[in-house]
């Protein structure tokens, strides 16, 4: 009986001990195998290395595009500006006279070409409706165009020579212009009033082959007369102009002019003064005023107008 307490009381405190609980959940379930003691599986997974991801690519630069050309916005306005060019003509004079020494008529040319700088300043107006544009335009150039010619009359006036020098210094025209434009292009054409001035300076030598005595007693004589005019006319031609900002263009053009013929009357009027023989002889000149020329420019348009565009 005595044996059965005994053992009794072993089972109950060998059940209610904690350090047989812990014990016990040591083997089974212990909590430092559960949280403390590492698994296999958490063992391999530390043991890994780490692998970063690859850094970004770096981004494109951005390029910003060109800006955009400005739009031209008119040829309307006033302008001013100036030119510069190349002139040059091929015209004749024509000699006509008298010898009464002989007695004798008689006419004669030659080919007479006149060349040289032409240049100056422009004031004009364009107005534009859509692409076509109008205008009005005043040019004022001062040239160097010369050309000396000399004609040989081997018998009349005892055998002579007459040379003339032609010049021109001034010359303008007033002019309308009518165009197309291809936005900052414009093709024109334009005519209209020119205007020059010209003088001829004339020198004879005379007697030079005395065929007889009783021409100034077979001496030579000589003498020298000059001649000015204004001449009115008319001009056209064409060009292109190109502009390069709202206000700034360039252009170059190409005109014809013609001065028409005029005539030099008594050119050798000094020469036959007093000279025994010749009473009554005289010598005149014809002249034909052509001219070609082709320029380059600029010009500057005032203020910045809007461009008309016609209503239908």
């Keep these: 009986m005595r044996r059965l307490s005994l053992l009794a009381f072993g089972a109950i405190a060998l059940a209610g001990s904690p350090a047989t609980a812990a014990g016990a959940m040591g083997v089974a379930g212990s909590p430092a195998t559960a949280a403390g003691a590492p698994t296999l599986a958490g063992s391999l997974a530390t043991a890994q290395p780490s692998i970063a991801p690859p850094p970004p690519a770096p981004a494109a630069p951005l390029i910003s595009p060109p800006p955009p050309v400005p739009a031209f916005t008119t040829w309307t306005g006033f302008y001013a500006g100036g030119q510069i060019g190349y002139a040059w003509s091929n015209s004749n004079i024509g000699f006509s006279g008298f010898d009464p020494s002989l007695p004798l008529a008689f006419n004669a040319n030659v080919s007479s070409s006149p060349q040289g700088i032409i240049g100056g300043g422009h004031v004009g107006y364009n107005y534009q409706i859509d692409q076509f544009v109008v205008g009005i335009e005043g040019s004022v150039d001062a040239t160097s ?63 030079n082959n005395p065929v007889t005595t009783t021409l100034n007693g077979g001496n030579a004589f000589s003498g020298e007369n000059g001649f000015s005019t204004t001449r009115t006319g008319w001009t056209a031609g064409g060009g292109i102009g190109y502009a390069v900002t709202d206000n700034w263009s360039v252009f170059a053009e190409y005109r014809y002019t013609s001065f028409g013929t005029f005539s030099n009357v008594g050119v050798a009027s000094a020469a036959f003064a007093g000279v025994t023989g010749l009473s009554g002889a005289f010598l005149n000149a014809t002249r034909s005023l052509n001219q070609n020329q082709v320029q380059v420019g600029f010009s500057y348009k005032f203020g910045t107008q809007a461009p008309i565009v016609a209503k239908y």
Aim: charged share 15%; no cysteine.
């Design 145 to 207: 165009l010369s050309s000396t010619v000399t004609a040989t009359f081997s018998d009349v006036f005892g055998g002579t020579v007459v040379s003339a020098e032609r010049d021109s210094y001034i010359q303008g025209s007033i002019r309308a212009r009518v165009g197309y434009a291809f936005d900052r292009a414009l093709l024109y054409a334009t005519g209209g009033v020119a205007f020059g001035d010209f003088s001829t300076g004339y020198n004879i030598a005379g007697n």
